[in-house]
């Protein structure tokens, strides 16, 4: 603003704004955040794992689903449901990471996320894949933004989640999707068969010699690791994806299998997984996301002792800290990495803390 021709007091009273909301631990040091708000990123990356959490406790029988608090959690996400499915309506389907600035792009990633989250609460909600697949699909795999260079693991996996749930509840005769051509910009149309093979074939031969991914969104492999091997794995519900994939029987299992080792052979002695932080050699998000990886593979491993001592470490690491990364308003700004990425290096303690109850839950 000291440069500009001309003073805007409108810009002045924002960066006002951005410092008064600095939180009380970084008080004195006029810091801001990078971006100002990621409301929608936020509220759908929570959402999205405490579906998990909500699913698991509407399915466990010992559970009074009539208790107060169980009631409440249920009436606060239906509060969520029923605001995303709204905005994405008047956005025509697509989000993106803020819903205030028309000017910020639409991306697959919050659309794909924010859709899946939806059709998870209410199997009778409509998803228009054509849009997403006009927009972000160009034949071999998914673009976050618009006009994107390269590729993002975790966004894919989002994209095939949603796209394979889709593949349950629409009748064969309704499983043709309208994709864009790079080249000329017209409009073709292919099963939806044929994108999720052909989506999870990209994702297979992106995976690391020693059996992980890496994203572009986020440091730590564990978090792209994760999300495609518990996919990978889910797609053994559906037989004739398998067998198109050469995925048949054993195979899927067997190749998810090295990166359930990857995992196994990357925990820390405390029962950690990750970067260094201030609780020991590990942290506490990419432990919450190995733990979720775990879970997975308990259930596809049941007898494996392996996975089952290691589950049992990692989710005594986590419970050792909960309290503390649950109520210390400032832990994961000074007490953990940051692992995602933007312009620099940032963390989502929301979205972190989410993870970490959801990978708590005891079935």
Not at 56 to 69: A, Q
Not at 103 to 113: E, G, H, L, M, Y
Not at 128 to 152: C, H, W
Not at 295 to 316: C, E, M
Request: proline share 3%.
């Amino acid at each position: 603003l000291l440069h500009a021709q001309k003073w805007d007091d409108k810009a002045f009273k924002f960066l006002e704004k951005m410092i008064s909301k600095c939180p009380s631990y970084a008080k004195g040091h006029g810091l801001v955040p990078t971006v100002c708000d990621v409301g929608l990123f936020e509220t759908i990356w929570m959402m999205q794992s405490i579906v998990e959490l909500c699913l698991n406790i509407r399915g466990d029988k010992k559970i009074n689903l009539k208790h107060i608090s169980i009631k409440k959690l249920f009436s606060k996400n239906l509060v969520f449901i029923k605001y995303l499915t709204a905005l994405s309506k008047e956005h025509g389907g697509t989000i993106g990471w803020t819903s205030w600035d028309n000017k910020i792009p639409k991306d697959a990633d919050d659309s794909t996320v924010c859709n899946w989250v939806i059709k998870k609460f209410n199997s009778n909600s409509t998803v228009d894949l054509n849009i997403i697949a006009k927009n972000f699909y160009n034949g071999k795999y998914f673009i976050t933004f618009p006009n994107e260079r390269n590729f993002s693991i975790s966004c894919n996996v989002h994209a095939l989640n949603l796209f394979v749930l889709e593949y349950q509840s629409l009748q064969p005769n309704n499983q043709m999707i309208e994709i864009s051509t790079s080249n000329t910009g017209s409009i073709r149309k292919v099963k939806l068969e044929e994108i999720i093979v052909t989506e999870t074939n990209f994702l297979i031969s992106q995976r690391q010699e020693d059996g992980a991914w890496f994203d572009k969104w986020h440091k730590s492999p564990a978090y792209p690791t994760f999300k495609a091997i518990e996919l990978l794995l889910s797609l053994q519900e559906h037989p004739n994806l398998c067998a198109k994939l050469g995925l048949i029987n054993e195979l899927c299992r067997n190749y998810c299998r090295k990166s359930i080792d990857w995992a196994l052979s990357t925990q820390h002695n405390d029962g950690s997984w990750g970067e260094p932080s201030i609780t020991g050699p590990g942290n506490l998000e990419e432990t919450s996301y190995i733990v979720r990886l775990l879970k997975t593979a308990s259930n596809n491993w049941s007898d494996d002792k392996v996975i089952q001592s290691a589950l049992y470490n990692g989710r005594k690491y986590l419970i050792k800290h909960l309290d503390e990364s649950i109520m210390d308003q400032g832990y994961f700004n000074t007490k953990q990495p940051f692992l995602w990425i933007g312009k620099q290096y940032y963390t989502v303690s929301r979205v972190i803390k989410s993870s970490i109850l959801a990978c708590l839950w005891e079935d």
